[in-house]
């Protein structure tokens, strides 16, 4: 008996190639990620490309900025500042 073959197991090994490649060289992920190609292989290559990218986007974006409903007002710099400041005699 031969053994059946999922449809889904081609699109999850390209999608994970796509995410790899993008780690590993997003270079040659942006061009991929370009080309007007509507397989279904291409489709999972392009998802995982787009899976990494917005990791990395949201890996390096600062907390000040993630935080929306935080008021940039809200925050005194000056709180831990002490200005009782004389020179040493």
Known sequence: ??????PNEEYI????LGYKLNRISP???E???HIPVQSQKMKALKAGIDQHKDE???DYTPDWLQNEDKEINDIDPDKDVDW???PDL
Do not use: R, T
């Not at 090994?13 to 994970?16: I, S």
């Open 13 to 16: 090994a390209a999608y994970n």
């Open 84 to 86: 009782n400041i004389e």
């Open 27 to 29: 270079e040659i992920a």
């Open 31 to 33: 061009l991929l990620d």
């Open 56 to 58: 990395v986007l949201e």
């Open 1 to 6: 008996m031969e053994e059946e073959i999922d």
